[in-house]
């Protein structure tokens, strides 16, 4: 009966087990011998409880009680029942590969693959009686990649490896996750699904080898142009071969301006200028902040009446405070605050009596990551948070612009990047941040529905004052002949390295 079964999901075993198993680096097998040499093994015959459930005899639960543990993890036995899961202080850990809201079972990445889903999760959970539908202790949300599920599978597995690590942790220094939540309510989980049948394969095959092709063309040909928005209008688009986004405002000795990044097509880099209407006209200064990186995000802050801009410079390897010496256009650099860190959109605010330097740190799953440095001076020295990354949220991490207080409020933005990079702002409010973690909450989204540039917002900030002036940035795509150029070199350098 069993053969009869797997003859029904035969196009999945040898897609997984020839194609997949070839290219997830995260299915290949890796000896643990050595790791595992010091560790006292106990052998383990699991009992059957219903159709799918597995029990560990009562002789082994007391063993593993008298071990006092702090918490067990477990990498088998099937859905595991009964008084083991309360052998130890903390329970039994598993990790769910997959979001449990709109997907159970397995495999894991699959089906969000499979249906188009924007985002693929994963889920440490403390193990409890019901199915799928336990304690949360911490839950990672990514990007699909929708053309792929060798990497979609690597993605959620490989970048879940520190989670029981940082869980670890806090148990160490007895910080519960301040997002702890509990899942047990059956009504808002996914459906259970399994293996793909043949019938599903194919229909799968079909979609993918239409994604492949369009991932690639808009990989190579399309290209973005980012525009800016002050107080509802658009400005014109001022840069010939390239764009204004980034946008920070200040408001300073009666004038009005902004800090930008000016995006250069010819040599994919940015540069900090400043823009400023003079007598009714837009003029912009490029260059303020010269340096031989790419330039990006010019976080504007004021301290003790200075005021500071803390640029994306990941390709330093840095984070840089720099010093305005001559309002609005000249600029020295005064210290590093971070080193051996390639941070995007590091934003620096000031918030419970303390400075706070957050960012997300560049990797493949970069868009998802937001990690937290903290200090007592502008200047640092910057200490890393103990629980870094402090959210992994593909929807809503990647910071959008500073962060302001409204009624006492803190309001964090941030970008929505599950479907696409920059795809939105979400605006978020933030319960608690402090040395046990981040809790926040969305309360609104930022997005251009209608007009010539809908396809993206990445940015927006905004002054002080009873009527502030708001700033957003959005996008449009085109075709462009000087990227595909680029594009192309760049992925047959990348095979020939190979």
């Not at 991932?215 to 290209?223: C, V």
């Not at 880099?269 to 340096?291: F, K, Y």
């Amino acid at each position: 009966m069993g053969r009869r079964k797997r003859r029904g999901r035969l196009a999945w075993d040898v897609y997984n087990n020839r194609w997949v198993a070839r290219r997830a680096l995260s299915v290949r097998r890796m000896p643990c011998g050595d790791l595992m040499s010091s560790a006292a093994v106990v052998e383990v015959l699991p009992v059957r409880v219903g159709r799918f459930g597995r029990a560990l005899p009562s002789a082994t639960v007391e063993l593993l009680r008298s071990l006092d543990l702090d918490f067990i993890i477990r990498f088998g036995f099937g859905i595991l029942r009964g008084d083991v899961l309360h052998a130890s202080r903390s329970g039994v850990w598993s990790f769910h590969h997959d979001d449990e809201r709109q997907i159970r079972g397995g495999p894991p990445g699959f089906w969000e693959v499979f249906a188009g889903l924007d985002t693929s999760g994963v889920l440490l959970q403390r193990l409890t009686h019901s199915l799928d539908a336990g304690e949360v202790i911490e839950r990672r949300i990514f990007a699909t990649i929708k053309h792929s599920y060798p990497r979609n599978r690597d993605r959620v597995n490989l970048a879940s490896v520190d989670m029981i690590g940082l869980a670890a942790r806090r148990l160490r220094f007895r910080e519960p996750h301040p997002a702890f939540v509990p899942s047990n309510d059956e009504r808002m989980l996914g459906p259970i699904l399994k293996d793909p049948s043949n019938a599903q394969m194919s229909v799968f095959v079909a979609r993918q080898s239409l994604r492949i092709v369009r991932a690639a063309w808009t990989g190579i040909m399309r290209a973005d142009t980012w525009a800016i928005s002050l107080d509802g209008n658009w400005l014109p688009e001022m840069v010939t071969n390239g764009y204004l986004a980034d946008p920070f405002l200040v408001e300073r000795d009666g004038r009005l301006v902004m800090l930008v990044e000016e995006f250069d097509e010819a040599t994919a880099r940015g540069r900090i200028s400043v823009l400023e209407s003079v007598d009714g006209a837009w003029t912009l200064t490029s260059n303020v902040m010269p340096q031989d990186v790419h330039l990006s995000y010019p976080m504007v802050v004021e301290s003790g009446g200075d005021l500071f801009c803390v640029p994306e410079t990941w390709q330093s390897n840095a984070v840089q405070l720099w010093k305005c010496t001559s309002f609005p256009d000249r600029w020295s650099p005064v210290s590093p605050l971070v080193t051996d860190v390639q941070l995007v959109d590091p934003t620096l605010f000031r918030h419970g009596g303390k400075w706070w330097l957050l960012g997300s740190v560049r990797s493949e799953s970069t868009n998802a990551g937001l990690s937290a440095w903290i200090a007592d001076r502008i200047e640092g020295p910057y200490i890393a948070h103990q629980f870094n990354p402090i959210k992994v949220d593909v929807g809503s991490s990647r910071p959008a612009g500073a962060p302001y207080v409204d009624d006492g409020i803190l309001y964090r933005p941030s970008q929505d990047c599950s479907s696409s990079y920059g795809a939105a702002v979400v605006v978020n409010r933030v319960e608690t941040l402090d040395d046990s973690g981040l809790v926040e909450y969305p309360v609104d989204r930022i997005e251009h529905a209608n007009g010539p540039y809908r396809s993206g917002c990445h940015t927006v900030n905004r002054t002080g004052g009873p009527v502030p002036h708001i700033v957003v940035d959005g996008r449009r795509y085109r075709l462009s002949s000087a990227r595909a150029r680029r594009e192309v070199v760049a992925r047959l350098l990348r095979r020939r390295e190979r």
